[in-house]
C-alpha cells in the first residue's frame, strides 16, 4: 500500500485492523474492512475472542457483499490473524492481494485507526459496556446507520461515504 490512501476506484483497495471493546462480560473484538475508495467500512466481524475466524468472517463478507471483478489488495498490520496459513489461503483463492504494515509501524495502516480513533472518540468515549450484546448494538449504530450514511468526511469532499459511493456509481461526481 505504501501509504498511497487515496484510491480511484472501488473494491481496488481494502483495509482491515482489529480493535478492542471493554465489556462487563469480558472483551469484546471488532475486525472492519473498508474500501479505500469511499472510506466505507463495507464490512465488520465482532468476537470475544481474537481467534483467525475473527478477520476470516470478515474478509469472506466482504467478498461475498462486493463480489470484486478484479484483484484487490487488502491491506492489514502483521497480526497473527492476517499471517495464519487460512487468511493467506482464503485471499489467494478470491484474488486478494495481501499487503501489510511494516513492523511497528501504525502509519501504515493509518486509515483503520482512523477509523477506530473515530469510533472511540465519538460513540464509545471509554464506555464499559454492561454486555457484548450493547456493545454489538452500539457498534452496529455507529457503523451502519451513522459512519457510513450520515457522517461526512473532508477526504470525500464533506459527504458520507455512501453519499459518496452512490454519487460514484451514477457517474455525476461529487459536489
Given amino acids: 500500500l505504501q501509504r498511497e490512501f487515496t484510491v480511484d476506484q472501488p473494491d481496488r483497495v481494502w483495509v482491515t485492523d482489529i480493535t478492542y471493546l471493554r465489556t462487563w462480560q469480558g472483551w469484546l ?3 472492519v474492512v473498508m474500501d479505500l475508495y469511499a472510506r466505507n467500512i ?10 483467525r475466524e ?15 471483478q ?30 501489510m504494515s511494516r ?35 452500539d ?6 446507520v451513522f459512519y457510513n450514511r450520515t457522517r461526512r468526511h473532508s477526504h470525500l469532499g464533506g459527504v458520507s461515504p455512501e453519499a459518496f459511493e452512490r454519487a460514484s456509481q451514477r ?3 461529487v459536489s
Wanted: aromatic residues 12%.
Fill in 42 to 51: 463495507v464490512v465488520w466481524s465482532m468476537k470475544p475472542t481474537l481467534a
Fill in 70 to 99: 478484479q484483484r484487490v489488495l487488502v491491506h492489514s498490520d502483521q497480526g497473527s490473524q492476517y499471517g495464519s496459513d487460512d487468511w493467506q489461503r482464503f485471499c489467494r483463492a478470491n484474488n486478494l492481494e495481501q499487503s
Fill in 29 to 31: 473484538y471488532l475486525a
Fill in 171 to 173: 457517474g455525476s461526481g
Fill in 139 to 144: 457498534v452496529f449504530e455507529y457503523i451502519e
Fill in 54 to 68: 475473527l478477520v476470516l468472517d470478515a474478509v469472506v463478507m466482504a467478498v461475498w457483499r462486493r463480489k470484486p
Fill in 103 to 137: 513492523r511497528g509501524n501504525c502509519w501504515d495502516n493509518a486509515v483503520a485507526e482512523s477509523f477506530f480513533s473515530s469510533l472511540k472518540k465519538e460513540r464509545i468515549k471509554k464506555r464499559i459496556y454492561k454486555t457484548r450484546d450493547l456493545a454489538k448494538a
